[in-house]
């Protein structure tokens, strides 16, 4: 009986929101509802987009499961049977404190650390106009360190495809190991910011542009870089928009793309598209999937976002709670990529869907 409402909830989130749900999304919520009443923690624990958490926690409000007070959600004694019935845990966070759990930590190269830090006090803001969420200086620090532990940093052609606002092609460049660092963005602000730190430290092979990733790359981009990076929006038609754009850059088999995904606006269904895509449209195989790797500031427009519009909450996030995971892939023989123009009405849906709402 206990295991029919979290399948019904899940149902009727599931038809409230478009995205598809299980017993086992309700599970999630409601342990992380045993470890805390703060709603932006428990989308970090519960691991799903934002509005299928916040659909979930309405339904078990309506079920008399749990209850909103004070912008805190709260189990009530329904709620605390029900979990007791299905011997459901709170959730537990057993990463490494040292390293955020990255099994990368930032500190182990304090030279590089210490430059980054110094070089980007006055880096520019983080803007909604071009979806922008910063990462901690430690995680751009730390995907320095994990290019380097992969063999994908020294003497390489590296390409940076927007999200600049992260400062991961400047912190690439900073180690002066790479062979060539190009970085594309459409920010005028951090073109500029990366060409004016280049120009101080006199590093001479690195380059910003500002470019519009809609546009198709001109010849001489293709073909000719060993790694790429890249942060695309997740709707499905930008996720392969942007990184067929980037594998079409890749130089050989063996070149290696790295991007970020969230499981805060993709369900695990959309990664299961992803990954299909990946293997069967592209041939690429992901090596490498490290939850949680990389961690985001809150950014100053979160209350004007689809996220604050549809938590149960009114209350903003006050710590981290956007996570992404880094995931790195391989070209392997017969790999291929695509360097079309976006369209508008593509354009029109790169950034917010049933499931996105961050922007």
């Known amino acids: 009986m206990a295991r029919e409402v979290l399948d019904l909830i899940a149902k009727r989130a599931s038809e409230k929101t478009n995205i598809k749900l299980y017993g086992r999304s309700v599970e999630r919520v409601l342990a992380g509802l045993l470890t805390t009443s703060d709603f932006w923690k428990v989308v970090d624990l519960a691991d799903q987009p934002v509005p299928a958490t916040a659909e979930i926690v309405r339904q078990l409000v309506a079920e008399g499961i749990a209850k909103i007070e004070n912008d805190e959600i709260l189990?009530?004694?329904?709620g605390f049977n029900l979990v007791k019935e299905l011997k459901i845990p709170p959730a537990v966070d057993y990463s490494c404190k040292a390293c955020e759990g990255r099994g990368i930590p930032f500190y182990a190269n304090l030279d590089w650390y210490h430059t980054f830090l110094q070089v980007t006090k006055d880096r520019p803001k983080a803007i909604q106009e071009y979806d922008q969420g910063s990462v901690t200086p430690e995680t751009t620090v730390s995907r320095?360190?994990?290019?380097?532990?992969?063999?994908?940093?020294?003497?390489?052609?590296?390409?940076?495809?927007?999200?600049?606002?992260?400062?991961?092609?400047?912190?690439?460049?900073?180690?002066?190991?790479?062979?060539?660092?190009l970085i594309l963005d459409i920010d005028e602000r951090s073109i500029d910011f990366d060409n004016r730190i280049f120009k101080e430290l006199g590093i001479d092979n690195a380059e910003a542009?500002?470019?519009?990733?809609?546009?198709?790359?001109?010849e001489e981009w293709l073909k000719s870089f060993d790694v790429f990076i890249t942060d695309p929006p997740e709707t499905l038609k930008a996720f392969k928009a942007f990184i067929a754009r980037g594998i079409a850059a890749l130089r050989q088999e063996g070149s290696v793309g790295y991007f970020g995904l969230t499981l805060r606006d993709s369900s695990i269904t959309r990664w299961h598209q992803f990954q299909k895509a990946l293997i069967n449209d592209y041939g690429m195989v992901i090596t490498d999937i490290v939850q949680d790797f990389n961690a985001y500031m809150n950014w100053d427009y979160h209350a004007e976002t689809k996220a604050q519009e549809v938590a149960p909450v009114n209350k903003v996030p006050t710590d981290i709670w956007y996570r992404s995971a880094w995931v790195r892939m391989e070209a392997l023989p017969g790999f291929k990529g695509e360097n079309v123009q976006i369209t508008d009405e593509v354009f029109r849906e790169l950034y917010l869907d049933e499931e996105g709402s961050t922007t």
């Open 75 to 78: 189990l009530i004694e329904k």
């Open 144 to 181: 320095v360190l994990f290019l380097d532990s992969r063999e994908d940093l020294r003497d390489r052609d590296i390409l940076v495809m927007g999200a600049e606002d992260d400062l991961t092609g400047l912190a690439v460049a900073l180690t002066r190991l790479p062979r060539r660092v």
């Open 209 to 218: 542009i500002r470019f519009d990733l809609r546009n198709p790359f001109p």
